[in-house]
């Protein structure tokens, strides 16, 4: 597709399941990045995707989260064992690589998944 | 640690009125600031990137300006219409631009 696709767009799960999460990146961006947005706030970063270099994760806020991206295409977020705190919209972002620290760097983001832990 | 702040948190003008909205960061030595247009529902959508040599970036009706050395930067809309009506975010990178800080944004509404 022409953008980056996020699906599903709402998921509502019940406190203790498992959830995954797919972002599809714009064909031939090699970054992705994963966000999540509290109502009423901005973005928080989660995790980031260069390429085949090893993830940065420094985002992530605990280790019921994860990330995996297959190559330079899609990639999953799974929350395990969900808490109520975990409702937010997850936004996926992809970019071209930035061609030295601090590069301009256009930022495409999806539509996000709004998750709901009942 | 980055601290951005966006004030007001919400505006709302008549269409056709100029106005500005505010960004603040606590951390000078940033690559580049950008702002973003969040409508309901949806992604975010870049409006202007301004890296830390310039000092302004102008696009059709709107022009964002940085001020590194006092933590700011601004975005002008000029004759604002009901069109504009979303949420704007600014965001601070002291690296990459995917890891920056972003603002809790300023929810803008215009009235016909």
């Known amino acids: 597709g022409a953008g980056v696709s996020q699906s599903p767009s709402n998921k509502v799960t019940e406190k203790g399941k498992d959830v995954e999460l797919r972002c599809d990146p714009i064909?031939?961006?090699?970054?992705l990045y994963w966000y999540r947005q509290r109502l009423g706030q901005g973005l928080e970063f989660l995790i980031y995707?260069?390429?085949?270099?090893?993830?940065?994760k420094s985002g992530l806020p605990s280790d019921r989260f994860s990330a995996e991206r297959t190559g330079e295409s899609v990639s999953t977020l799974t929350i395990q064992r969900t808490q109520q705190e975990d409702s937010a919209v997850y936004l996926c972002?992809?970019?071209?690589?930035?061609?030295?620290?601090?590069?301009?760097?256009?930022?495409?983001f999806g539509s996000g998944t709004q998750l709901s832990v009942l | 640690k980055q601290e951005v702040t966006q004030i007001p948190a919400a505006l709302s003008v008549p269409e056709g009125e100029n106005l500005v909205l505010n960004c603040s960061f606590t951390d000078s030595a940033i690559y580049n600031l950008q702002w973003f247009r969040q409508d309901p529902g949806k992604g975010l959508t870049s409006l202007l990137l301004?890296?830390?040599?310039?000092r302004e970036q102008t696009s059709g009706r709107l022009n964002a300006s940085l001020d590194k050395s006092s933590g700011r930067s601004t975005l002008y809309i000029a004759a604002s219409q009901p069109g504009d009506s979303a949420t704007y975010l600014c965001a601070a990178s002291n690296t990459n631009a995917g890891k920056s800080t972003f603002g809790d944004g300023t929810t803008l509404t215009v009235k016909p």
């Open positions: 972002a992809s970019s071209l690589v930035a061609l030295y620290q601090g590069a301009p760097e256009k930022l495409f």
């Open positions: 064909s031939g961006h090699t970054a």
């Open positions: 301004i890296q830390s040599s310039q």
């Open positions: 995707f260069q390429g085949n270099s090893a993830p940065d």
